[in-house]
């Protein structure tokens, strides 16, 4: 059996043992944070992110204008522009949550935590390929606990923590999107992961490079012609 043969006869499984990791993390940490879910009510900050994205109280058009603005607390010390993001997947993924629960639901909070899982299964999928797989298991099974994605208050358990893990996702789906040479499909990605955080515009610059030298050949021999 050739390679090619023998990596795709895998897939369903490796499909499976994705899909399971993102099951686990998402039922380990709704039990470990249930208490919390259940008495969850947002203030300050958290309350306005909310209602800014809230159906009938958030104004779309705002989100790409204003960005937040005029509800993340602006510190003295800080600029203008240091809460001024636009960010209007973010504010359209509680915008359509929204449409099902109140603003004050403890399912907003959910919805962090199944996207921390569901990067934990994609990171499974975008290793598989290039180490052995126990070892993309082993680092696929400890990313929900990376740094990044549990600061030292909250633990995702605020909306305003769930930037980081959204703006992951997407560039997971850009990465596996760009390694199947969907590069359409990783481009919408991409716009939709920037459009999540800022933070995301170093991974589609990485994979813009990427492409410029694997196909360096290809646009060498055009200058010559």
Not at 36 to 48: H, I, K, N, S, T
Not at 64 to 91: D, K, M, Q, W
């Amino acid at each position: 059996m050739c390679p090619e043969t023998s990596a795709r006869s895998g897939q369903p499984l490796h499909y499976l043992i994705a899909l399971g990791l993102a099951a686990f993390w998402f039922l380990a940490l709704a039990c470990f944070s249930a208490d919390f879910l259940r008495g969850y009510f947002p203030l300050g900050d958290e309350f306005a992110l909310l209602a800014n994205s809230y159906p009938g109280l958030g104004q779309p058009l705002h989100w790409l204008t204003e960005g937040f603005s005029r509800y993340f607390i602006a510190f003295p010390e800080l600029t203008v522009p240091s809460t001024n993001f636009i960010r209007p997947v973010f504010n359209l993924t509680y915008w359509l949550v929204g449409w099902f629960v109140s603003p004050t639901s403890g399912v907003f909070l959910y919805v962090n935590l199944a996207v921390l899982a569901a990067c934990s299964g994609l990171m499974f999928l975008a290793l598989r390929r290039s180490v052995p797989v126990l070892f993309a298991l082993l680092l696929a099974a400890v990313l929900p606990l990376a740094p990044a994605f549990l600061p030292s208050v909250g633990v995702l358990l605020v909306p305003c923590q769930a930037f980081d893990p959204m703006a992951v996702f997407w560039c997971l789906l850009a990465y596996l999107a760009y390694r199947d040479s969907r590069l359409w499909l990783c481009t919408v990605w991409l716009i939709l992961a920037v459009f999540t955080k800022e933070t995301a515009l170093p991974v589609a610059a990485a994979l813009c490079v990427a492409y410029v030298l694997e196909h360096r050949h290809y646009f060498l021999r055009r200058e010559r012609l």
